[in-house]
């Protein structure tokens, strides 16, 4: 395990966006860990969170992206601290755009917010890269493709997730791999579940395994249920 995603994995569970213990998921499976970005709450917390995105942006698109996409509503922060982060640590200063849950009927009106696809004027169309906290089933990229190609001006070329679960999407491969597969997206998680097993193997992962005898086990057997393939 790189020590960037150690330390993210640390990060994530002193803010409280990432748990151990018994939860249900939306779907209804019964999981023994949680993640949750709304957890984070301060400045500084955003600050972080926002460079963990942009090195995992700026590793896999480097400076070929021109726009981050948030879908409302946990998206709209994440891609804000993310376009923030690429312009000061790597100096690309890109714009960013997410969606209204429901159109504005009054002003300008539509959709979208920030950066107006419709007013790219580049030779090649506008890289798009969407950006999540994690994805299951992938109905919010589902629903931005649309909002975002619409106009032939802009093109998705990747989606980034802070974590990618592992888990069997609508057949027996990850959300991630049909996304990739169906959409021709990059896709890229700064860890994965993988990396909490991985993580709790550790010295410091130990902790919780103290509080918690059966909670290795449990990971592991969550992994063997649903995991992809």
């Known amino acids: 395990m790189s020590s960037t995603i150690f330390d993210f994995i640390r990060f994530m569970l002193s803010a409280g966006a990432l748990k151990f213990g018994d939860f249900t998921t939306k779907s209804g499976r019964k999981t023994p860990y949680f993640i949750n970005t709304g957890a984070y709450q301060t400045g500084s917390q955003m600050e972080k969170l926002g460079e963990f995105y942009a090195r995992a942006i700026h590793e896999a698109h480097g400076s ?102 592992m888990e069997k999407g609508s057949g027996e491969r990850s959300a ?24 709790l193997q550790t010295a410091e992962g130990s902790e919780y395994l103290q509080r918690d005898a059966t909670l290795l086990s449990r990971m592991k057997e969550y992994r063997e249920k649903y995991g992809a393939v």
């Open 64 to 165: 070929d992206v021109d726009n981050l996409f948030g879908p409302a509503y946990k998206g709209i922060p994440l891609a804000v601290s993310a376009v923030m982060s690429l312009n000061r640590l790597f100096r690309l200063d890109i714009s960013y755009t997410f969606n209204r849950k429901e159109a504005k009927d009054h002003g300008e009106g539509g959709s979208l917010v920030g950066f107006d696809y419709a007013k790219w004027n580049g030779h090649a169309p506008c890289r798009v890269v969407l950006i999540e906290d994690v994805t299951t089933a992938g109905t919010s990229v589902r629903e931005s493709l649309p909002l975002i190609q619409a106009g032939g001006k802009a093109k998705a070329i990747g989606l980034v997730v802070s974590v990618d679960r």
């Open 176 to 199: 991630l791999a049909e996304i990739r597969e169906e959409f021709g997206l990059k896709t890229t998680a700064i860890a994965s579940f993988a990396d909490l097993i991985g993580f």
